[in-house]
């Protein structure tokens, strides 16, 4: 009976975990229940379309004292979708057009992987829900790119009645929503504009998930403004390099042979390398004059300490063009036709009014066991719950991620500097990199402030270069570096205090607390929340710690009759943050159902031992991995995730184990089958 209870519990942990979007609606149908407002309904006319190239025309008369709601055909509006929507109009007599987020329906098999089997209720194959499209505030250039508000939006009779009058009743939807998201850009102001309103709720289901990747009518609009373009403008091209001639070497050749726009100078602004660098770089420099004839090239050369914020101010100080381009000595142009085209396609949307900073795709190098696929390193910068973070990180280039944010341009709060490209007027305006970032976010604050002015920075996907990251400095892995990078987190926060946990550009129901480099469900599982320690006592630790120091055979034995070398456990990573740390992995006993299992997590050292509750964590791969013994079962939620504050802690230096059933203690180990240390 007990083991059956355990079984019960732990396919209903597994239904949950492996669903995290349907725990996702159940949690937001007990926070907030939709109520129907009829005086409110009674204003929303609901005109059906099934593209959004339609033409308005097709709806014949339209009246200004009405609300019209375009709803997709092939889908669903959810219950009180219109009393919503029409009290937002109710509230914001300015307000000129609402859009809502949206999700699709179909079969576990099609959304979640699962085997409907698996489902617990009574619902039938086709009725679950999933593939959420959460949506970003106010995007004049991601619509440029796509037709992103979806299925369902609504907008107000004498807008829509004064749009067909400028522009002509024969004007597609499209073309409608585009020439209101224009007008309400030329009247732009940060924080102030409610003229178009995006409703962070889910108001719509589809029916058709094959369509879930369709980026509707992409390429359909180029360019946000029409103006003429004007002959190519003088680009400084300012590149920030210490003791790298090597590197810097790749840079430079493969920028001169394979940029296609032609206009640019090059300024490599140098903070102390040594002599003998020095000469290679000398060298460099006259090896590029002599492969593009007119090319101006300038070598500012001050030995100091490493700012990175200050490099850059000092090579713009001494750029003679109208736009400026801030780029890593890491970075190396690809030899492809679409390669070649990276800074033409970035000054697309560097020369727009309303414009400022404009970052491109960054790759990591290829590596042989990838079959030619790139890993995205950077496809603009999200200003996460936890911090700014490069979204699509690690991930493979390929397909369409998240509706297009590896493959289209998109309007983000911030883009790197490692290959940025503005105005130098915008530039000068905003006052420069802020030099009190010495090392990290200083891009960040830049993009943050160019915000606050109105500008909106375009991620331009279309642009793709090579990084080889952190070549220059090294990777910000060292306690010291950590502590750095947290104070200059918390200092960015203090300035621009608007910002924290706030990204107009990425939803509040998208994961915030950990650096998910996917587009994922804010659901917070048990094992996503903080969990408090408890210290173990010493009459515990002695009992649990009598059997080290059991050697030979007797050892042997112990373990036999114990079952102790059934047991395992991993730890893949220990991600620390200022004021927490999470401790991933998975642990597992062998040749029996792990369903029911006791586990916790032991972190010990000489002073003191904390145990932490060991939640179930999904971890498909170990169970994948164990089955094929046959006796090893009830294994997928074997992973270890656990989050704590370092405050409750002593300081020190700590050994990690899992203990089993509340008396086997067994040591973690990493890839290498080191034993795990965790400094707090």
């Known amino acids: 009976m007990r083991d059956k209870t355990y079984d019960r519990i732990y396919q209903q942990e597994l239904f949950a975990q492996r669903t995290p979007y349907l725990q996702w609606l159940n949690a937001q149908e007990g926070m907030e229940r939709i109520f129907d407002r009829p005086d409110a309904g009674k204003q929303i006319c609901t005109l059906p379309f099934s593209s959004c190239m339609d033409r308005v025309s097709g709806y014949g008369a339209l009246c200004a004292d009405t609300i019209y709601l375009f709803a997709r055909t092939g889908g669903s509006l959810t219950p009180g979708a ?3 929507i029409a009290d937002v109009f109710c509230k914001h007599t300015e307000t000129a057009l609402v859009y809502a987020d949206e999700d699709y329906r179909g079969s576990l098999g099609a959304l979640y992987g699962m085997d409907t089997e698996a489902a617990h209720g009574d619902k039938d194959g086709d ?11 106010f995007s004049p250039d991601t619509l440029c790119s796509f037709f992103y508000l979806g299925s369902v939006f609504a907008v107000r009779g004498d807008t829509l009645l004064q749009m067909t ?7 597609s939807i499209y073309e409608l929503v585009y020439w209101i998201f224009m007008e309400t850009l030329s009247e732009y102001k940060f924080l102030q504009t409610v003229k178009v309103v995006h409703l962070a709720k889910v108001l719509y289901t589809n029916d058709c998930l094959a369509s879930a990747d369709r980026l509707e009518c992409a390429g359909q609009i180029k360019v946000l403004q029409k103006a003429e373009i004007p002959l190519q403008e003088l680009v400084s091209i300012i590149i920030p390099s210490k003791d790298n001639a090597e590197i810097l070497q790749r840079c430079l050749e493969t920028l001169i042979q394979y940029t296609a726009y032609d206009r640019y100078e090059l300024i490599i602004v140098d903070n102390g390398s040594s002599m003998a660098q020095q000469k290679q770089i000398e060298m460099l420099i006259e090896e590029a004059a002599h492969k593009k004839p007119g090319l101006e090239i300038l070598y500012l050369y001050e030995a ?11 090579g713009a100080q001494a750029a003679s063009g109208s736009f400026l381009l801030f780029l890593n000595d890491d970075i190396e142009v690809m030899d492809t036709q679409e390669g070649a085209e990276w800074l033409a396609r970035m000054m697309n949307y560097a020369r727009c009014q309303h414009v400022g900073a404009v970052g491109a795709k960054l790759y990591y190098p290829l590596i042989q066991k990838e079959n030619g696929q790139y890993r995205i390193q950077h496809t603009g910068i999200t200003n996460m719950g936890i ?9 493979v280039d390929t397909g369409c991620l998240y509706h297009g944010h590896n493959t289209l341009n998109y309007d983000m709060l911030a883009v790197t500097a490692a290959c940025m490209l503005v105005k130098k007027s915008v530039f000068d305006a905003a006052g420069g990199f802020d030099e009190s970032f010495a090392v990290a976010y200083n891009d960040v604050a830049f993009c943050f402030r160019l915000y606050q002015s109105g500008y909106f920075n375009v991620q331009v996907n279309e642009a793709a270069l090579i990084h080889h990251e952190s070549l220059s400095r090294g990777h910000d892995t060292t306690p010291e570096k950590r502590r750095r990078l947290a104070d200059e987190k918390e200092r960015l926060y203090e300035q621009y205090p608007a910002f924290r946990a706030w990204d107009p550009f990425y939803s509040p129901h998208l994961v915030q607390w950990k650096q998910d480099t996917d587009y994922t ?4 599982y048990a094992c996503d929340k903080l969990i408090l320690p408890r210290q173990m006592l010493v009459s515990e630790r002695k009992k649990i710690l009598g059997r080290y120091g059991k050697f030979g055979i007797l050892g042997k034995l112990y373990d036999r009759v114990t079952g102790y070398h059934l047991l395992m456990a991993h730890i893949d990573s220990v991600e620390q943050e200022e004021k927490t740390v999470t401790v991933n992995g998975w642990c597992i006993q062998r040749a029996r159902s792990n369903a029911g299992i006791s586990r916790k997590l032991c972190l010990y050292s000489a002073d003191a031992v904390y145990l932490f509750e060991i939640p179930p964590k ?22 270890i995730q656990v989050r704590f504050e370092k405050s409750g802690l002593r300081r020190g230096r700590y050994q990690a184990a899992v203990l089993f059933h509340e008396k086997q203690l067994f040591w973690a180990t990493d890839d290498k089958g080191g034993q795990i240390e965790i400094e707090i």
Request: charged residues 20%; aromatic residues 10%; hydrophobic residues 40%.
């Open 521 to 524: 469900t804010n659901y917070l």
């Open 127 to 137: 009725a679950y829900r999933g593939a959420p499209w959460f949506k970003p505030d």
């Open 304 to 314: 100091c300490s490493f700012n990175f914020a200050a490099m850059c101010n000092k």
């Open 165 to 171: 009058k400028e522009h002509g009743d024969s004007i």
């Open 82 to 84: 219109e009393a919503v």
């Open 387 to 395: 911090g700014p973070a490069h979204k699509l990180g690690g991930m």
């Open 618 to 639: 999904l971890r498909e791969d170990v169970a994948e991995v164990f089955a094929a013994d046959g006796k090893t079962t009830q294994a997928a939620l074997s992973g």
